[in-house]
Protein backbone atom coordinates (compact mmCIF):
# COMPACT_ATOMS: atom_id res chain seq x y z
CA UNK A 1 0.00 0.00 0.00
CA UNK A 2 0.66 3.57 -0.67
CA UNK A 3 1.15 6.21 2.23
CA UNK A 4 1.75 9.92 1.53
CA UNK A 5 2.53 12.18 4.68
CA UNK A 6 2.14 15.97 4.71
CA UNK A 7 3.02 16.63 8.52
CA UNK A 8 2.14 20.38 8.13
CA UNK A 9 -1.21 21.58 8.30
CA UNK A 10 -0.31 25.46 7.59
CA UNK A 11 2.42 26.83 7.08
CA UNK A 12 2.91 31.00 6.87
CA UNK A 13 5.67 32.74 5.33
CA UNK A 14 6.49 36.24 3.96
CA UNK A 15 5.86 37.42 0.59
CA UNK A 16 9.61 37.15 -1.45
CA UNK A 17 11.24 34.84 0.91
CA UNK A 18 11.81 30.96 0.31
CA UNK A 19 9.38 28.31 1.69
CA UNK A 20 9.63 24.07 1.90
CA UNK A 21 6.47 22.14 2.46
CA UNK A 22 7.41 18.41 3.37
CA UNK A 23 6.44 15.26 2.30
CA UNK A 24 7.41 11.67 3.47
CA UNK A 25 5.86 8.40 1.42
CA UNK A 26 5.89 4.83 1.60
CA UNK A 27 5.79 2.21 -1.09
CA UNK A 28 6.89 -0.73 -2.40
CA UNK A 29 7.06 -0.33 -5.96
CA UNK A 30 9.99 0.39 -7.43
CA UNK A 31 8.84 2.30 -9.82
CA UNK A 32 6.96 5.58 -9.09
CA UNK A 33 5.88 9.15 -9.46
CA UNK A 34 5.14 11.90 -7.06
CA UNK A 35 3.39 14.78 -7.67
CA UNK A 36 2.43 18.45 -6.25
CA UNK A 37 -1.13 20.00 -6.67
CA UNK A 38 -2.29 23.49 -5.69
CA UNK A 39 -5.59 23.82 -4.86
CA UNK A 40 -6.56 27.80 -4.10
CA UNK A 41 -9.69 29.19 -2.70
CA UNK A 42 -11.64 28.65 -5.88
CA UNK A 43 -11.15 24.76 -5.95
CA UNK A 44 -9.76 23.93 -8.74
CA UNK A 45 -6.42 21.66 -8.81
CA UNK A 46 -3.94 22.77 -10.39
CA UNK A 47 -0.66 20.40 -11.50
CA UNK A 48 2.45 22.19 -10.21
CA UNK A 49 5.59 20.12 -10.64
CA UNK A 50 6.20 15.64 -11.51
CA UNK A 51 9.54 13.58 -10.20
CA UNK A 52 9.83 9.89 -11.44
CA UNK A 53 11.19 7.58 -8.92
CA UNK A 54 14.19 7.16 -11.68
CA UNK A 55 14.84 10.77 -12.48
CA UNK A 56 18.42 11.27 -11.07
CA UNK A 57 17.66 15.39 -10.89
CA UNK A 58 15.21 17.40 -8.77
CA UNK A 59 12.38 18.93 -10.77
CA UNK A 60 11.98 21.97 -11.33
CA UNK A 61 9.33 23.88 -12.46
CA UNK A 62 9.70 27.60 -12.39
CA UNK A 63 9.81 28.78 -8.55
CA UNK A 64 8.83 25.27 -7.80
CA UNK A 65 11.67 22.61 -7.16
CA UNK A 66 10.83 19.34 -5.69
CA UNK A 67 13.60 18.38 -3.09
CA UNK A 68 13.65 14.45 -3.61
CA UNK A 69 15.61 12.31 -1.09
CA UNK A 70 15.05 8.89 -2.45
CA UNK A 71 16.87 7.20 0.32
CA UNK A 72 15.03 9.01 2.68
CA UNK A 73 11.90 9.01 1.19
CA UNK A 74 10.90 12.14 0.76
CA UNK A 75 9.58 14.68 -1.97
CA UNK A 76 9.90 18.13 -0.31
CA UNK A 77 8.05 20.97 -2.59
CA UNK A 78 10.17 24.71 -2.71
CA UNK A 79 8.54 27.33 -3.64
CA UNK A 80 11.14 30.65 -3.92
CA UNK A 81 10.53 34.13 -3.73
CA UNK A 82 6.68 33.47 -2.32
CA UNK A 83 3.90 35.40 -4.12
CA UNK A 84 0.59 36.63 -2.51
CA UNK A 85 -1.35 34.62 -5.09
CA UNK A 86 1.02 31.04 -3.27
CA UNK A 87 -1.68 30.98 -0.95
CA UNK A 88 -3.45 27.76 -1.05
CA UNK A 89 -3.64 24.14 0.09
CA UNK A 90 -1.04 21.93 -1.40
CA UNK A 91 -1.05 18.59 -1.72
CA UNK A 92 1.44 15.28 -2.15
CA UNK A 93 0.79 13.20 -4.33
CA UNK A 94 2.37 9.75 -5.77
CA UNK A 95 1.39 7.16 -8.31
CA UNK A 96 1.90 3.82 -8.03
CA UNK A 97 0.48 0.72 -10.02
CA UNK A 98 -2.81 2.89 -12.04
CA UNK A 99 -3.65 4.91 -8.98
CA UNK A 100 -2.88 8.15 -7.80
CA UNK A 101 -2.58 8.77 -3.67
CA UNK A 102 -2.34 11.90 -1.90
CA UNK A 103 -1.71 13.76 1.37
CA UNK A 104 -4.10 15.45 3.36
CA UNK A 105 -2.44 18.91 2.80
CA UNK A 106 -0.56 21.85 3.66
CA UNK A 107 -2.32 25.46 3.92
CA UNK A 108 -0.05 28.07 2.90
CA UNK A 109 -0.34 31.46 3.55
CA UNK A 110 1.49 34.16 2.25
CA UNK A 111 1.37 37.43 4.15
CA UNK A 112 2.63 41.11 2.36
CA UNK B 1 -10.71 24.25 -23.82
CA UNK B 2 -9.78 21.18 -23.64
CA UNK B 3 -9.74 19.14 -20.14
CA UNK B 4 -12.11 17.33 -17.99
CA UNK B 5 -15.87 18.97 -17.75
CA UNK B 6 -17.61 17.58 -14.25
CA UNK B 7 -21.72 18.27 -14.16
CA UNK B 8 -23.08 19.14 -12.44
CA UNK B 9 -21.27 21.78 -10.28
CA UNK B 10 -23.59 21.75 -6.67
CA UNK B 11 -25.97 19.43 -5.90
CA UNK B 12 -28.39 19.04 -2.79
CA UNK B 13 -29.95 15.71 -2.26
CA UNK B 14 -32.52 14.32 0.44
CA UNK B 15 -31.15 10.96 1.97
CA UNK B 16 -31.97 8.41 0.42
CA UNK B 17 -31.88 10.28 -3.32
CA UNK B 18 -30.11 8.78 -6.08
CA UNK B 19 -27.81 10.94 -8.58
CA UNK B 20 -25.29 10.37 -10.66
CA UNK B 21 -22.35 12.79 -11.32
CA UNK B 22 -21.22 12.77 -14.97
CA UNK B 23 -17.16 13.31 -16.40
CA UNK B 24 -16.35 13.81 -19.61
CA UNK B 25 -12.62 14.22 -21.08
CA UNK B 26 -11.79 15.18 -24.45
CA UNK B 27 -7.68 14.57 -24.26
CA UNK B 28 -8.02 11.36 -25.35
CA UNK B 29 -6.45 9.68 -22.06
CA UNK B 30 -7.16 6.64 -21.06
CA UNK B 31 -7.45 6.40 -17.64
CA UNK B 32 -9.99 7.73 -15.20
CA UNK B 33 -10.83 8.27 -11.80
CA UNK B 34 -13.66 9.69 -9.27
CA UNK B 35 -12.16 10.99 -6.43
CA UNK B 36 -13.95 12.87 -3.05
CA UNK B 37 -12.69 15.28 -0.69
CA UNK B 38 -13.13 16.05 3.01
CA UNK B 39 -11.68 18.93 4.93
CA UNK B 40 -8.67 17.50 6.52
CA UNK B 41 -8.81 14.48 4.55
CA UNK B 42 -6.84 15.55 1.13
CA UNK B 43 -8.22 13.52 -1.52
CA UNK B 44 -9.17 9.57 -1.56
CA UNK B 45 -9.83 7.56 -4.49
CA UNK B 46 -12.92 6.36 -4.60
CA UNK B 47 -13.12 4.07 -8.33
CA UNK B 48 -10.75 4.38 -10.67
CA UNK B 49 -10.87 3.38 -14.60
CA UNK B 50 -7.26 2.26 -15.97
CA UNK B 51 -8.61 1.73 -19.29
CA UNK B 52 -11.97 1.84 -21.38
CA UNK B 53 -14.35 -1.17 -20.21
CA UNK B 54 -12.33 -1.83 -16.99
CA UNK B 55 -13.69 -0.35 -13.79
CA UNK B 56 -11.74 -1.15 -9.70
CA UNK B 57 -12.41 0.18 -6.40
CA UNK B 58 -10.35 2.46 -4.91
CA UNK B 59 -10.09 3.05 -1.07
CA UNK B 60 -13.69 4.34 -0.56
CA UNK B 61 -16.16 2.50 -2.79
CA UNK B 62 -18.94 1.72 -0.46
CA UNK B 63 -21.87 3.51 -1.43
CA UNK B 64 -20.96 4.33 -4.87
CA UNK B 65 -21.02 2.69 -8.41
CA UNK B 66 -19.33 3.74 -11.22
CA UNK B 67 -19.64 3.07 -15.13
CA UNK B 68 -17.11 3.57 -17.67
CA UNK B 69 -19.50 4.19 -20.63
CA UNK B 70 -16.78 4.70 -23.38
CA UNK B 71 -13.31 6.36 -23.31
CA UNK B 72 -14.44 9.97 -22.92
CA UNK B 73 -17.39 9.29 -20.01
CA UNK B 74 -16.74 8.46 -16.79
CA UNK B 75 -19.96 8.48 -14.11
CA UNK B 76 -20.50 8.08 -10.49
CA UNK B 77 -23.36 6.91 -8.94
CA UNK B 78 -24.72 7.15 -5.68
CA UNK B 79 -27.69 5.15 -5.39
CA UNK B 80 -28.95 6.34 -2.00
CA UNK B 81 -27.71 9.19 -0.68
CA UNK B 82 -26.53 9.68 3.23
CA UNK B 83 -25.30 12.54 4.79
CA UNK B 84 -21.59 10.88 5.09
CA UNK B 85 -21.45 11.29 1.51
CA UNK B 86 -21.77 14.91 1.70
CA UNK B 87 -18.00 16.10 0.21
CA UNK B 88 -16.57 17.33 -3.12
CA UNK B 89 -16.09 14.91 -5.67
CA UNK B 90 -13.53 15.31 -8.28
CA UNK B 91 -12.87 13.82 -11.49
CA UNK B 92 -9.61 13.20 -12.74
CA UNK B 93 -7.91 11.45 -15.79
CA UNK B 94 -4.34 10.78 -17.28
CA UNK B 95 -3.26 10.32 -20.42
CA UNK B 96 -1.63 5.97 -19.15
CA UNK B 97 -0.97 5.42 -16.04
CA UNK B 98 1.81 3.10 -16.61
CA UNK B 99 3.91 5.99 -18.60
CA UNK B 100 6.27 7.47 -16.59
CA UNK B 101 6.74 10.71 -17.61
CA UNK B 102 5.60 14.32 -16.48
CA UNK B 103 2.00 13.46 -17.56
CA UNK B 104 -0.15 15.35 -14.53
CA UNK B 105 -3.26 14.35 -13.86
CA UNK B 106 -6.08 16.57 -14.60
CA UNK B 107 -8.47 17.48 -12.82
CA UNK B 108 -12.28 18.57 -13.33
CA UNK B 109 -13.43 21.58 -11.37
CA UNK B 110 -15.56 19.34 -8.98
CA UNK B 111 -18.75 18.77 -7.72
CA UNK B 112 -20.00 19.97 -3.95
CA UNK B 113 -22.35 17.53 -2.78
CA UNK B 114 -24.68 18.11 0.57
CA UNK B 115 -27.20 15.57 1.50
CA UNK B 116 -29.35 16.60 3.99
Known amino acids: AQKITQTQPGMFVQEKEAVTLDCTYDTSDPSYGLFWYKQPSSGEMIFLIY??????QNATEGRYSLNFQKARKSANLVISASQLGDSAMYFC?????????FGKGTMLLVSP | NAGVTQTPKFQVLKTGQSMTLQCAQD?????MYWYRQDPGMGLRLIYY???????DKGEVPNGYNVSRLNKREFSLRLESAAPSQTSVYFC???????????????FGSGTRLTVV
Open chain 1, 51 to 56: QGSYDQ
Open chain 2, 92 to 106: ASIRAWDRPGIYGYT
Open chain 1, 93 to 101: AMRGYSTLT
Open chain 2, 27 to 31: MNHNS
Open chain 2, 49 to 55: SASEGTT
